[in-house]
């Protein structure tokens, strides 16, 4: 259940295009989350058993086998999405352990060119983080013995090493993925678990930082920042996402500001 107090805590969700952003004259954050695109096309729900009758691979494949998640996919544009990362961060301060963050959500492959394109755009260092989970959706595929149990981000800074909340200590580059229990909403078929993101922010913001995700899908980054104290603004482009979130995902948060 989420606390009294924040019905103080300022969450907005814009349906709309990130590139849009100067429109919405937003607060700078101190940490960005995105998830984006996988470029899985139309092999989406491979690893799904939506692929299959009734979820069950010996029935033969359903009308979802070879379709694609989203038909926006294709319009995602990694140097945009790089232009607002740099503007929409807070500016490099002069003390130490307060420096800005981004974490990134992306499949393996696409590791590479995030690290990349944004040293391009003045993030000078990054590092991987791996999820680990306790299963794979990909056991239903009947040919595979190996099967794919893990997520993967890229978290990205400039300079100075981002603010790091852990008590002192160091962390693993890899944590347990966990999963939602049934008082999160499922409104989105790539939705993170809410554990996950909130230790991410834990860790990298204090209580009263801005969160910002460009991409929002869910809504699930906003209402994590939410339940910890943290400002929160995210985009959706598609419509029917950006309904789901508002009415399942975020309504509990802040009513008067939707």
Do not use: C
Not at 104 to 116: D, K, N
Not at 160 to 185: A, H, Q, S, T, V
Not at 187 to 212: A, S
Not at 231 to 236: D, I, L, N, P, V
């Amino acid at each position: 259940m989420l606390k009294d107090w924040l019905i103080e805590v300022k969450v907005e969700l814009y349906n709309d295009n990130f590139q849009n952003f100067k429109s919405y004259q937003l607060p700078r954050a101190q940490l960005l989350i995105a998830d984006i695109p996988y470029n899985l096309g139309n092999n989406a729900y491979a690893s799904s058993n939506q692929w299959y009758v009734d979820g069950d691979n010996t029935k033969g494949e359903s009308d979802k086998a070879n379709k694609q998640f989203f038909d926006t996919d294709k319009n995602f544009n990694i140097v945009e999405f790089m232009h607002f990362a740099n503007r929409m961060l807070i500016k490099e301060p002069k003390e130490t352990g307060k420096a800005p963050a981004m974490i990134v959500f992306s499949s393996f492959q696409q590791m590479p060119m995030v690290a990349a394109y944004g040293e391009k755009y003045g993030f000078k260092h990054s590092f991987p983080m791996v999820f680990v989970k306790d299963t794979s959706p990909q056991v239903l595929k009947a040919n595979m013995k190996v099967v794919g149990a893990t997520e993967y981000a890229t978290v990205l800074y400039r300079d100075k090493l981002p603010k790091f909340n852990n008590n002192g200590e160091m962390i693993f580059n890899w944590m347990r993925w966990g999963r939602d229990g049934k008082e999160i909403p499922k409104v989105h078929p790539t939705q993170k678990p809410q554990g996950v993101l909130e230790r991410l922010i834990e860790i990298f913001t204090d209580r009263g930082d801005v969160v910002i995700d460009p991409v929002a899908g869910s809504g699930s980054t906003l209402r994590a920042a939410a339940s910890l104290g943290r400002e929160a603004y995210g985009f959706e482009i598609k419509k029917d996402f950006y309904k789901a979130a508002k009415e399942k995902m975020l309504l509990d948060i802040q009513p008067s500001l939707f």
